[in-house]
């Protein structure tokens, strides 16, 4: 098991951490944001994250790991090499989390829902939604980063490596905009 100090080396080291002024998905303003996609280009740390995030997860009779397409679908094949089960992901069409490409789950699935941050859990909601519709068991949730600080409520158990409360505005209320700081949009969503 990883201890948050070394969570947060491996991510240091690999450009994962950034501080400015940044637009979230949520449209929330933020000082610092996580850019998880950095870690994933080293196959060894993003290894380790991974595994470590299994850990938590053992013994749990999970045959399905299941990450929302792009950021989440390295961490769910990395976590499902881990568990020994399938690695799938699911993808937005016409807005609408859906799983493509022949995926499918059924109730004899016993399903571990994975992301690299979960700010709102909005993304993993609809991931658990997409997995309930299918017939198939959601048994947790895992992530590299809580960015809650631990107040998301998914309706099911959600391990994560590290928790952060990292400060969210809306924009009418969001300091560095008082301060005139230009606001980035890093994510993945609507660039």
């Given at each position: 098991?990883?201890?948050?100090?070394?969570?947060?080396d491996i991510f240091r080291r690999t450009g994962v951490l950034w501080e400015g002024h940044f637009i979230l998905t949520s449209g929330l303003h933020a000082e610092r944001y996580l850019q998880c996609a950095q870690v994933l280009q080293y196959p060894d740390?993003?290894?380790k994250l991974c595994a470590a995030l299994a850990e938590y997860y053992e013994?749990?009779?999970?045959?399905?790991?299941?990450?929302?397409?792009t950021g989440a679908?390295?961490?769910?094949?990395?976590v499902a090499r881990s568990l020994?089960?399938?690695?799938?992901?699911?993808?937005?069409?016409?807005?609408?989390?859906?799983?493509?490409?022949?995926?499918q789950l059924g109730p004899e699935d016993r399903v571990l829902v994975v992301e690299d941050v979960i700010t709102t859990g909005g993304s993993v909601k609809e991931v658990i939604q997409v997995v309930r519709e299918s017939g198939a068991q959601p048994v947790g949730a895992g992530a590299f980063v809580d960015r809650s600080g631990g107040k998301v409520d998914l309706g099911i158990p959600l391990r994560a490596l590290l928790s952060l409360e990292i400060n969210a505005y809306p924009p009418e209320e969001c300091p560095l905009c008082r301060q005139g700081l230009l606001a980035v949009k890093p994510g993945s969503r609507d660039l």
């Open positions: 098991m990883l201890t948050p100090e070394e969570v947060l740390e993003a290894a013994g749990r009779g999970i045959t399905a790991v299941v990450g929302p397409a679908i390295i961490i769910a094949y990395e020994k089960a399938r690695a799938l992901f699911t993808e937005r069409v016409q807005g609408e989390m859906t799983l493509r490409r022949g995926f």
